[in-house]
């Protein structure tokens, strides 16, 4: 007598469309849940993420959004690959834990790899949590090597943003001034990341009404900004912290300009807190947001694919979240 296998077929990559957006939210919670339960944080529960926020990840990664689905037309597996200019990235990324270690990981990640690669990113990376041996192990199987550590910090945007003043924002510009701005980003970004560009996670986020952009300049010149989000990053919960995506600064007084700046919109934006990922290659910065009251709260190891490399300019700053 045979005994009845369930089939473990699955098929993809398909275009994610926002129908797909509430299995992806249960697929996420699931599998980061389960992650967190293997890893010894059995009490943790990952929530849904805020669908708003999922819109904004599918339309910034466009066609690198993808979805593999099985047999019986249910989700199995996701990869949001986004392109920003030549930076390209992927995040989030997760497998139904019933289907791990079968194979369809390395599928979803070579997928966007060769998405990417056909786009001509001369970037390609990813963050995994430090302490998950085994995910950092598979990717490095898969051609990714290890570089630093980003640590998520947070300051209290009363304390430090209530006597401010106002910030210069994107989003109050008149057209003219708008196209000027934005085109003073593109050159401050290509002229210390050549290649890179955040034009289209700006005009989404304002689009989208999730966050602004925070402007800081030295005299006449354009010195830097801060891509923010204000949306609540969970389902159901209130706005609570204000998220830099993209950080970039001319010079270390830019950065702490641009610091200054987001704390003080946190604060009018009701935010108990700002938050910025550091990366920690850039040790002066670390330790001067440190020394301004910032504290960790997380922390993530970036990897990127051999050949990959992410760009760190030779003076100034420049900061990708590779999460949403």
């Known amino acids: 007598m045979r005994m009845w296998r369930p089939e473990r077929a699955s098929y993809g990559p398909l275009a ?107 970037t390609i990376g990813l963050e995994t949590m430090p302490r998950t041996v085994d995910n950092i192990g598979f990717y490095s199987r898969l051609g990714f090597v290890p570089g630093h550590v980003t640590l998520t910090l947070t300051v209290d945007a009363a304390a430090r943003g209530r006597r401010g003043p106002d910030p210069v924002l994107l989003s109050r510009s008149g057209d003219a001034e708008r196209r000027e701005r934005l085109e003073a980003i593109r050159e401050l970004t290509e002229s210390l990341a050549p290649g890179y560009d955040f034009a289209r996670e700006i005009e989404l986020t304002l689009a989208q009404q999730l966050g602004d952009v925070v402007l800081v300049r030295q005299g006449a010149r354009f010195a830097g900004f801060a891509l923010c989000h204000a949306a609540p990053l969970a389902e159901g919960t209130a706005r609570d912290e204000v998220r830099a995506l993209k950080i970039v600064a001319a010079d270390d007084a830019a950065f702490l300009q641009v610091m200054d700046a987001g704390t003080v919109w946190a604060h009018r934006q009701a935010a108990r807190r700002f938050a910025v990922r550091c990366q920690t290659a850039y040790a002066d910065a670390y330790g001067k947001l440190v020394q301004r009251g910032f504290r960790v709260r997380w922390s993530d190891l970036r990897m990127h694919l051999a050949g990959y490399p992410e760009q760190r300019p030779s003076t100034g700053l420049v900061w990708s979240n590779w999460e949403i």
């Open 16 to 122: 994610v469309t926002e129908r797909d957006i509430p299995a992806m939210n249960r697929l996420f919670a699931d599998a980061f849940t389960d992650r967190y339960r293997r890893d010894g944080l059995v009490g943790v529960r990952v929530p849904f993420l805020n669908e708003a926020i999922w819109r904004y990840a599918i339309q910034d990664a466009g066609a690198g959004a993808m979805v593999w689905k099985d047999e019986g037309d249910r989700l199995v597996a996701f990869n949001i690959a986004h392109l920003s200019g030549s930076e390209g990235w992927m995040g989030p990324l997760c497998v139904r834990p019933d289907r791990q270690l079968g194979g369809i990981g390395k599928e979803i990640v070579t997928a966007a790899v060769d998405w990417l690669k056909g786009q001509g990113a001369r």
